[in-house]
Every structure is written in C-alpha cells, then in structure tokens.
C-alpha cells in the first residue's frame, strides 16, 4: 500500500513515532513500514493527489508479471524505476492504472538489468 503525502518526512514520522509502524528501508524519497504482513510505503505524490493510495503487487518473478500484464493489455507509461541496488539484485517500481484511473504497480526484486550497470 501507499500514501501519497504533501510533506511525505512528517508523515512518515508520525507513522514510525505515532503508530509505531517498523521501518523497513528508506529509498529516493520513500518510506517504506512493515505493518502486519503489509508493506506501506509513504513518498511523494509525483503525480498523485496528496492522500491518494497505491496498490503494489509483488511478484515472484518481475520480468514474467510485467510481459504477462502486457500481454493481458496493461499499457505501462513508463519504464520501471529502480528504487534501490543490492548486490545482483534491484528493487523495481513500475506503475500503470486500472480502467478506472485507480494508480497499481509492480513493485519487486529483480537481477540488475545490464543496461543499468555502469563500466
């Protein structure tokens, strides 16, 4: 899950010292909180109306989910973004909408693309 925040460090206070959620990691901007099996991230609206939510789908295998959504006629607007790099590995984000304009991405580990390692 999300929240897009108009002042996402003090919304994400709040979260970590008012509600006691566990931060997980922090990442261009985002927080992002365990909270009972849940992920909750809590960033900038980038686009998205402050208050807006998000929902993430994790999938077992990044590359698979993306070439099936499009398959099944998602029209993603946008490349993935890559949060975050861990050794062989990189934290994706890859938004698109729902017919009825409602923000779901794709958000998952994958193997650092070789495009995206700099020589």
Do not use: C, H
Request: proline letters at 8%; hydrophobic letters at 45%.
């Amino acid at each position: 899950l999300a929240i897009a925040a108009s002042d996402p460090a003090k919304l994400s206070a709040y979260y970590r010292d008012t509600l006691g959620l566990s931060m997980l990691f922090e990442a261009s901007g985002m927080s992002f909180f365990g909270a009972g099996g849940v992920r909750l991230m809590i960033g900038p609206a980038q686009g998205a109306k402050a208050g807006d939510k998000i929902l993430y789908f994790e999938p077992e295998d990044f590359a698979v989910a993306e070439a099936t959504l499009e398959a099944n006629g998602v029209k993603f607007p946008a490349p993935a973004n890559v949060l975050q790099r861990e050794g062989e590995r990189e934290l994706a984000l890859r938004p698109f909408q729902d017919p009825e304009g409602n923000t779901l991405a794709l958000m998952g580990w994958r193997p650092v693309s070789p495009a995206t390692v700099r020589g």
